[in-house]
Every structure is written in structure tokens, then in C-alpha cells.
């Protein structure tokens, strides 16, 4: 009876912590669950099945907020179908998943919709990315339409800086280094406002945090930084980079120490 009613509590847990992500607005690390100060037994016992990622058991020190898994995200859903609770939300209608081989020209129409042509990357470049380092594109696909509504990409590399080679050397990414170099951002015009770019961002960085990479790194015009540090990106400052003769700013989001 006991282990049932643990189990009880834990599923509750998972599901209330599914619901109450991203409540607090504060611009912290990719935050989804603002369960502040936790400190009981569930929390522990969903970490250890690897449904959540608990910094303060893991790290120790003074972290608050907890993180869930993939895993963690969909066995929540399914709890909630249990329980007749409709998840209408952005994951009802997108499906999340890395890109596929077939897809490498629809990512390349996207591209050059949501960059002007003096910063969108090339189709060769693009597609070359695609065929070395799929597991590092994240997709959005509309379930209605089944169609790509926008996606976020990069490559591995040990190195610590941004340099204009990343968007055309393939040759530059070392797919199990420890940063990744974030080389787009691309959500349709018709699906933006609409939360899509975020849910990339966090997705992405729940991913690469359990892949053990320790940074993410990524270049944007001035105008872009505070939207980045909503998201929980730290400005640098002024970047080496002068792809397509434009100035830019340097962003970097620690993932693992």
C-alpha cells in the first residue's frame, strides 16, 4: 500500500510540475518549473527514474528550480490523458524531434524566408549540416499540416569562440565535443508570437544539458540580447564574427560545469 501511494504521489508531482512550467518570467536558465526551495521525498525519487533533472541533489549549493526531461515531459502527458486532463497547449499542436534526411529542402526554403539573403546560410552549407549533424537540429512540425513551421541548429566543437567558419566548414564540427555553436533560429512569419522560438530554445537545451554538453553559444545583432537573456543566454559582448558584413554580439548559456 505504501508503494502505491508513493507512486500516487510522485505521478501527481510529475503532472503539477508539467502544468506550472514557466509561471515566473525571471529570465533564468531555460526555466519551466518555478517549485522554489523543494526540499521532499518526490522531487528525489523522480530524478533518480530520470523524469526530471534536480540541480540541487545532483549539484548541491543553493538551486531552486528543476528541470524535466524529455522522458520526464511525456510520461507526464500521459498521466494527464489518464486523468482527462487536455494538454492544449504548443505540444499538442507540434511535435519536436530532430530533423530528418528528407526534410534537408524544406529547412533550406525556411532559411531563406526567416534571413535575408546576405545572412542566410547557403543550400550546400545547409544541407551539408544536415547529412553530418541531424542530431543537432531540433525541428518544429505542425501536426495538422505535418509541415516544418521552424527549427533551431548547430554544430559541436571544443572551441570557445564564434567564428564564421562554423556556418560553412562542416569540417569544423566534432560531434561529441562539449559546446555547441548555435547557427539558427528560424521560425515561419505565420507561427511567430506565438511561443514557437522559445519551446525551441528550451527543448534544445534540455537535450544538449542530458547529451552532458557543457555550453551554447550564439551570435545576434544588438537589438536581439534581451530577448536571448529572457531565455537565459549571457551577453559576452561583441562578437569576432562579420558574417554577412554585420556586427554582432556573443551569447553563451552554461550548461554543465
Known sequence: MEQNRKESID???????????????????????????????AIDRLDEEGLIINPKRRRGGGYKYV??????????????????IDDTGIYARFEFRSIRPDEADEAVRIEQICFPPNEACAEEHMKARIGSAPELFLVAIDRETEKMAGFLNGIATDEMNFRDDFFTDIKTHTPE????????????????KQGLARELVFNYCRREEENKRKRLILTCHKEKIKMYQK???????????KWGGENWNEMEMVLNF
Open 11 to 41: 505521478e501527481l508531482t510529475l503532472a503539477l510540475l508539467y502544468l506550472t512550467r514557466f509561471p515566473d518570467r525571471e529570465g533564468r536558465e531555460y526555466d519551466e518549473i518555478s517549485w522554489k526551495n523543494h526540499d521532499f521525498d
Open 67 to 84: 528541470y524535466m526531461t524529455e522522458q520526464g515531459r511525456d510520461r507526464a502527458r500521459e498521466i494527464l490523458k489518464r486523468f482527462i
Open 231 to 241: 531565455l537565459g543566454f549571457r551577453d559576452i559582448g561583441v562578437s569576432a564574427s
Open 177 to 192: 565535443a562539449g559546446n555547441i555553436m548555435l547557427l539558427g533560429l528560424d521560425v515561419l512569419p505565420e507561427y511567430r
